[in-house]
């Protein structure tokens, strides 16, 4: 049996965690407490309107616990690392003759996007492996790689963003710019999602 590739398997687990695009019906009070939930947990970010935003309709999904809502916000950064990185890679053809550095900002940009690609997969796959129940040693560990991988990703983006600043910019180099800035602001999110499940779990569970 042929073994799926590490990008296949994320995928599925993304698509288990997201789901379709339309929220499946649940009751209207069950509705009203997961968005309530998301909108309280959502303060505790640095960009709380967007949060909501990109979260609520995964109400129904995180069954109001702060480590589903951790794993629905890393997928959901995750699926906008990966439509940005097609994105530039689709247009980067665009700059080539371009004089300057603008092909040269681009491509940089890409080998930090694709870090970023990278260490939200594992930051995926560390907090699906997660055992919530086990030893404080093993959550502290997965959760220290989960931070520092999600804290990486976050840093990448903005070194790219920071790449497209200060510079006249055309429409194209003004949308990548755009989508540069929604995924590093989705990521700050996710990682302080992150941090309040780990806060979470470590007050339920003192010694």
């Known amino acids: 049996m042929a073994k799926l590739s590490l990008s296949s398997i994320v995928f599925i687990f993304i698509f288990s ?20 939930f998301i909108e309280s947990s959502c303060r505790s970010t640095r960009y709380p309107s967007l949060c909501v935003k990109c ?10 616990s ?9 997928s959901v950064s995750l699926a906008k690392a990966r439509h940005t990185r097609a994105y530039m890679m ?13 092909h ?11 870090d970023s690609v990278d260490r939200l997969t594992q930051s995926i796959l560390e907090l699906r492996r ?9 959550f ?20 790219c963003v920071d790449g497209f600043s200060g510079r006249e910019m055309g429409k194209m180099k003004a949308t990548i710019k ?22 979470r779990h470590r007050a339920t569970h003192k010694p």
């Open 66 to 74: 702060p480590f589903q809502l951790a794993q629905v916000a890393l």
């Open 17 to 36: 965690v997201l789901g379709s695009v339309e929220p499946a019906a649940v009751h209207p009070t069950q509705e009203s407490r997961a968005r309530a």
């Open 130 to 138: 997660m055992n919530q129940e086990g030893g404080d040693s093993d």
């Open 55 to 64: 979260l609520s309709g995964y109400a129904n999904k995180t069954q109001q």
């Open 178 to 199: 755009g989508k540069l800035v929604n995924v590093a602001q989705i990521t700050s999110n996710a990682l302080a999602l992150v941090d309040r499940f780990a806060a």
């Open 140 to 159: 502290t560990w997965r959760m220290s790689n989960v931070d520092t991988w999600v804290s990486a990703a976050l840093t990448d983006a903005t070194i």
């Open 90 to 102: 689709q247009v980067s053809g665009n700059f080539k003759d371009v004089e300057g550095r603008t």
């Open 104 to 114: 040269q900002d681009i491509r940089d940009c890409l080998d930090q996007i694709n």
